[in-house]
Every structure is written in C-alpha cells, then in structure tokens.
C-alpha cells in the first residue's frame, strides 16, 4: 500500500523529529544517545535521497509539496547528523527554563548543603534528586575551588562524552583563573564555546 504523504503529515513528522530529539536531549545517557544519532542520521539519510530523486523524476511538473519535503528532510538530516548546532540552541532554551532552578543548587554549594560525595572523583556531586534534569546524565555536577582564593566554580553537563567526544556543559564560576581559561577556549573554539551571561558559560572540553 502506498503511503502518500501531505502537508499536514509532513508538518508532523517534523514536531515529532522536534519532540524526540528535546526527549533524547534530556532523558537518555550517552550510549543509548549515540546509537540513536546513528541510526536516525541514516534513516534520514536514506529519505533524503528518495525524495531528492523523486524531485528529479517529477522535475517536470514539480510541486511546491515536492520541494517542501526535501527542504523539511534536508534540515531535519543536517540538524541530526550535526548534533552539537541542534544542542548548542537547545542548551540556550534549557539555560532559560532551569536558571532558578540551577542558581539555587549553586547557593546550596555556596551553604555547605550541597558537596562532592562520588567515591571516584572529588569533585563530582550526585543531586539528591532525578527530576528535574538540570546536568545531563545522572543530574552529576562537577564542584571546583580554586585553592588559594576558594573561588567557586559549578558545571552542569548538558552532554556527557562518549568514546571520545568532548562533553559540554553550562558552567558557572566566580574564579578568575577559570574565567581566563574558557575565555581562551571562546577565542579558539567560539562555535563550540560562548559566554552567555555574567558568570555563566556554555564550554565544550575538547
């Protein structure tokens, strides 16, 4: 049976491919987000091509539906396979939605509530909760002090590495030294690194 795709289908699949890439953003770890990125990459990669031959085949009487699906599965493929644009925008979103929320976790450090208690790394804080997922992963941040002045330092990961890819994470501090750090990350890397507000930074560790 032939399936015959219109506007309004078209429009959906794309809130769809919306909806489940914020879903794998938030919810699933680094492996499983992984093998999705491959296996969607290719499926729309493969659709791509089909529609991108059909508009050479009906190029004669060319629809404006025509073109629409292989601009729609053109971005939907380029934002997939290029992961790190699509999640540096939706780190800006979820900057905006969990400031409060990550701003009170920082005061808590502040306070002495909240401190690193992962066995295998110093540094590492497991958040008393699961929900809602303001560090990718686990909700895991990572606490530093710089040891002559106990400047603090918070990252939240908004993408945990695997294999060798470079994590990201929203990353608050008050120290000087890591300010000059990231600072010189953003002239080198600013696609990948960018100072979003007084104190808060979006840094990739390459």
């Not at 659709?47 to 629409?68: P, S, W």
């Not at 990550?102 to 066995?119: C, D, F, H, T, Y």
């Amino acid at each position: 049976m032939k399936i015959v795709m219109n506007k309004k289908a078209l429009l959906a699949v794309f809130i769809g491919w919306l909806f489940f890439t914020v879903l794998i953003y938030y919810l699933a770890d680094y492996f499983i987000e992984a093998l999705v990125w491959l296996g969607l990459s290719l499926s729309l990669f493969v659709i791509l091509i089909i529609q991108v031959l059909k508009l050479i085949r009906e190029r004669k009487t060319l629809t404006g539906l025509r073109i629409a699906k292989v601009i729609v599965f053109s971005v939907m493929f380029y934002c997939t396979f290029c992961s790190w644009i699509t999640h540096k925008w939706i780190d800006r979103l979820n900057f905006a939605v969990l400031y409060n929320k990550r701003m009170a976790i920082i005061e808590q450090v502040k306070s002495g509530r909240l401190k690193p208690n992962a066995s295998w790394n110093s540094s590492l804080c497991q958040l008393p909760f699961q929900w809602p997922v303001v560090s990718h992963s686990g909700n895991d941040i990572v606490i530093g002090r710089n040891k002559n002045t106990q400047a603090l330092s918070v990252s939240f990961y908004t993408y945990r590495n695997f294999f060798d890819a470079p994590s990201t994470s929203l990353t608050y501090t008050e120290d000087t030294a890591v300010v000059a750090s990231i600072e010189n990350k953003i002239r080198q890397y600013p696609d990948r690194n960018q100072r979003i507000r007084e104190g808060w930074y979006r840094v990739t560790e390459e």
